[in-house]
């Protein structure tokens, strides 16, 4: 009797636990798609994997629920090519209606607001795509004015959607989305904001990353948008310098980093790039912070185990008082610059928006990680060492 009673209540536990597992909740109905297969798929960093399927009746109803995720993520609702996006970040309950074979662009979406901007911002896609087609198609425009008509009509959509949608929320999963929008020009896909060839687009996507930095930290989908934002920083720098009084590629390849070049406590100027050869953490810091002593501690405690091995302190202070930081940098033995707070150009140049905040950069001048992609700060020297 006493087993059975331990097991009733060990069935008991897992029946509750199962039962106030969060979960989201997407249904509806898509209409003359009778027979069809409804794929419900989580669109993962690494392509779509279907999470639950139905074949659907005469009425088109479906219902589909899945674990509620952590931080916000993006499934859809697939009909062969026919796509709905939807976004989840908590326990939503998502009503959609829809028909078959318009339901890409005519649906209707309740109980989501992120659902209902990346509608939103899908018909806008669609629209641009059309103007696209319009001008290629167009007999009337000159072959050399096609290009700048075209990018005349990319620019206006990214400037709408970074007012309208980025800035006002970088935070939001529609900000995210509308990062990766992509729209066929010459029979290739390519995306709307793309952070290997502008400037402007690496700072929207520097600037929802480090967002998703403060609402979602350690999120796989934060990491990744660092990784666009800082390799799309390492290969501006190099298409710059390639286009400087004609530096050869073979030079500029080995400086992946945005150079920074500020005076020490001594007035010396100190390059960031004539470190080449070490491995260098470069740290952005504030002296006259709370926890400057303890960050300072830390510090020393890497320097001292690492720096007979290679490894170099590049610390950019944004103290506004210079006497007040010259004092607290006399006894430290690596190397302290100062990046006056009146402009702090280094620091915009990262897209620093926190202090404390560091970077990671390997013996070849090539900017690996920020603090936020880092579990294990000593593992990741030893590899670069």
Known sequence: MKIRHLLVLALAVLSFASCTQKKF????????????????ENMGLNGPVTVDSVKLGADGSFSFDAKAPGNPEFYRLR?????????????????????????????????SEECAKIKELALMQMNLQTQLNAIANNPNIP???????????????????????????PMKAYSYFALFQTVVIG?????????????????????????????????????????IAIAGM???????????????????????????????????VQKLSGLKGKVVLLDFHVYAS???????????????????QGLEIYQVSLDPDEHFWKEQVAALPWICVRDEQ????????????????????????????????????????????
């Open 187 to 227: 029979g290739r896909a390519v995306n709307i904001f793309d952070a290997h060839s502008s400037k402007a687009d690496v700072q929207v996507y520097a600037a929802v990353a480090t967002s998703w930095d403060t609402y979602y930290p350690k999120s796989e989908r934060g990491e990744n948008l660092h990784n």
């Open 290 to 308: 709370k926890n400057s002593t303890q960050r300072i501690m830390w510090l020393r405690d890497l320097y001292n185990k690492y720096h007979a």
């Open 79 to 111: 009909i062969d090519r026919q796509l709905i996006n939807v976004a989840i970040d908590s326990t939503e309950d998502v009503k959609i209606k829809a028909s078959y074979p318009t339901m890409s662009y005519k649906y209707d979406v309740q109980g």
């Open 342 to 385: 009146g402009s702090a150009q280094a620091a915009s140049a990262y897209n620093v928006q926190n202090v404390p905040t560091f970077f990671l950069i390997d013996r070849n001048n090539v900017l690996q990680k920020r603090d936020v992609q880092i579990k294990n700060i000593d593992a990741e020297i030893k590899a670069l060492l």
């Open 234 to 268: 390492r290969d501006l720098r190099i298409v710059q310098a390639q286009q400087a009084q004609g530096v050869p590629a073979d030079k500029v390849a080995t400086s992946g980093i945005i150079d920074i070049a500020l005076p020490n406590r001594e007035g010396a």
């Open 143 to 169: 072959y050399d004015q096609e290009g700048p008509q075209m990018q005349a009509a990319l620019n206006n959509y990214k400037n709408k959607v970074k007012t309208d949608y980025i800035f006002k929320a």
């Open 25 to 40: 909740h997407v249904s509806g109905t898509i209409t003359d798609a009778k027979d069809s297969l409804l794929y419900f």
